[in-house]
């Protein structure tokens, strides 16, 4: 069984969410992370879409800042962030942000429930399925939930953060600015 999935059987056994939020990864942290993730080459992966089980592909989405949310249903952070980050799709979409849902969760059948529950609309911030955890390890090397990572227009990570706290919005919101304001990169 690997990191991620290991992490994320003992949380949900153990019903555990940290009452402090994670640390956001920044500095030192954050170019560890960003190395881990292939600095220098864009991301992508490929996995499918809720409910239609369609195929999306990361790579599809260069040109846009992408802020991509790893969660799953279990996660008591992931109550409040996931909400959060649909309002900023919202705000930032006509300027090019694109947000995602990665859930980790190997059973699917408690997606639509979470869904209502938290007011969350796929149509804002589709979720996207990494059944077992084998991107948010294998790909992402993701530690903890939830990770949200913002990806700039080139495919590239730029910021990490893992944990939640509503006291981080905005930073988020300003990295989010500071990426919508670069180029967007030419056709080659």
């Not at 690997?2 to 994320?8: A, I, Q, Y």
């Amino acid at each position: 069984m690997t990191s991620v999935r290991c992490l994320l059987a003992v949380l949900a056994l153990s019903g555990c969410a940290s009452p402090k939020p994670m640390p956001s990864l920044t500095g030192n942290a954050l170019q560890r992370s960003s190395a881990a993730l292939g600095s220098g080459t864009a991301l992508d992966f490929t996995v499918r879409r809720y409910p239609g089980g369609e195929p999306f592909s990361l790579a599809s989405e260069r040109g846009n800042v992408v802020l991509l949310d790893v969660w799953a249903t279990w996660c008591e952070p992931c109550r409040d962030s996931l909400p959060m980050y649909q309002d900023l799709a919202k705000h930032y979409a006509a300027r090019g942000l694109k947000a995602y849902a990665l859930n980790v969760d190997e059973d699917t059948r408690g997606i639509a429930a979470f869904l209502k529950e938290t007011k969350v609309d796929p149509a804002v911030i589709p979720v996207l399925l990494d059944a077992g955890a084998n991107v948010a390890d294998s790909v992402l090397h993701l530690k903890g939930m939830p990770t949200s990572l913002l990806i700039d227009r080139r495919g590239q990570v730029r910021f990490v953060h893992e944990g939640f706290n509503e006291d981080d919005l905005a930073r988020s919101q300003q990295e989010i600015e500071t990426l919508l304001q670069e180029e967007v990169p030419r056709e080659r």
